[in-house]
């Protein structure tokens, strides 16, 4: 049996899907397979797949049922001790997996072991900015607030975790991850490897517009983990409502929304007034000025500049 079973769902995803598999393919841990789910694709994915001549990959076809139920299919079919998710446009570090099967091994407590997580743009180039988290060992506060997991491709997980906490809820849509991992934290400790070893492609383009969607999934995630800690938690939960706007404040900005961001931000402030001095908060506000003065095109424009200047002083090397 493979040590590891790496879980791809992919939907229509040839543009990014040969890297992200070439990817796991050049990973210095071998002992994997790599379950491709083809979650009803209408492109050429079943004639690329032909040709890889790599045993270790198998493509299992199925009726679209969207990405919790292709996840939910690996995990049924996935022989590996370890589960890893990569999302079809995103990349990994050639040691991601070797780092990770090393600290599971060496820490029989953590049930889940994550890596932190460099964005790129849409060609897989760095934008120079990393996403660090410190949320280790028991983590239910800090992930109760907001997702300390940003990218699904990042976590290794032991199989056993599922059986403890079930599948994805296909019903949550983009917020099943953050669902999943709350009721992983309810059960066994986190591990993490401080160091970039996912790549997580940026599309602002593509982002869901269906804010109001993405707001009532998340508070659906919110009452749901609440439901089912301990009541002495309860002080968190404003905190994570007001997060939560924030975080879909920013999604406005993204689809140059000026006014509906704005109402986000007020929602988060009613909801957590410590907001305002939180760096993502005061990030948020300035990107907002720029909005207000230069036009919504400007915010592209000015992101574009910070890129270049963290990729000429802090260059992260895929």
Same mark, same amino acid.
């Given at each position: 049996m493979p040590k590891v079973s790496v879980i791809i769902p992919s939907y229509n995803s040839m543009t990014y899907l040969p890297a992200t /598999?070439?990817? /796991? *393919? !050049?990973?210095?841990?071998?002992?994997?397979?790599? %379950?491709? +789910?083809?979650?009803?694709?209408?492109?050429?994915? *079943?004639?690329? @797949?032909? !040709?890889?001549?790599?045993?270790?990959?198998?493509?299992?076809?199925?009726?679209n049922q969207g990405l919790a139920e292709a996840r939910n299919t690996g995990i049924a079919l996935a022989k590996?001790?370890? *589960? @890893?998710? %990569?999302? @079809?446009d995103d990349l990994w570090h050639k040691t991601k997996l070797e780092k990770q099967v090393n600290y599971l091994n060496n820490h029989p407590d953590v049930g889940l072991v994550d890596t932190w997580v460099a964005l790129t743009d849409e060609n897989a180039k760095p934008t120079g900015t990393l996403i660090k988290t410190n949320a280790e060992g028991k983590v239910i506060k800090k992930i109760l607030e907001s997702p300390t997991i940003v990218c699904g491709s990042s976590p290794l997980v032991r199989n056993?975790?599922?059986? !403890? @906490?079930? %599948?994805?809820n296909k019903q949550l849509s983009g917020s099943a991850d953050w669902d999943m991992w709350i009721r992983i934290a309810n059960h066994f400790m986190f591990g993490l490897i401080k160091e970039p070893l996912t790549y997580y492609r940026q599309h602002y383009n593509?982002?869901?517009?269906?804010?109001q969607k993405m707001l009532d999934d998340n508070l659906a995630v919110i009452e749901r983990a609440f439901a089912n800690v301990s009541p002495e938690l309860n002080y968190i939960k404003n905190r994570s409502y007001g997060r939560v706007n924030l975080y879909l404040a920013w999604r406005a900005i993204d689809q140059k929304n000026y006014g509906e961001a704005i109402t986000f931000r007020r929602k988060a402030l009613s909801y957590y007034p410590r907001l305002r001095f939180s760096k993502n908060y005061i990030n948020q506000t300035i990107g907002l000025i720029i909005m207000e003065i230069?036009?919504?095109?400007?915010?592209?424009?000015?992101?574009? +500049?910070?890129?270049?200047?963290?990729r000429k002083f802090f260059p992260i090397k895929a």
């Open positions: /598999v070439d990817s /796991v *393919l !050049k990973q210095t841990f071998t002992d994997f397979e790599v %379950l491709i +789910i083809n979650d009803g694709s209408t492109d050429n994915i *079943l004639e690329w @797949a032909s !040709k890889i001549e790599d045993t270790r990959v198998k493509v299992i076809t199925k009726t590996g001790e370890y *589960l @890893a998710f %990569l999302d @079809a056993i975790c599922f059986e !403890k @906490a079930g %599948l994805f593509s982002m869901s517009q269906n804010r230069f036009g919504s095109e400007a915010i592209e424009y000015f992101r574009n +500049i910070t890129r270049n200047i963290r």
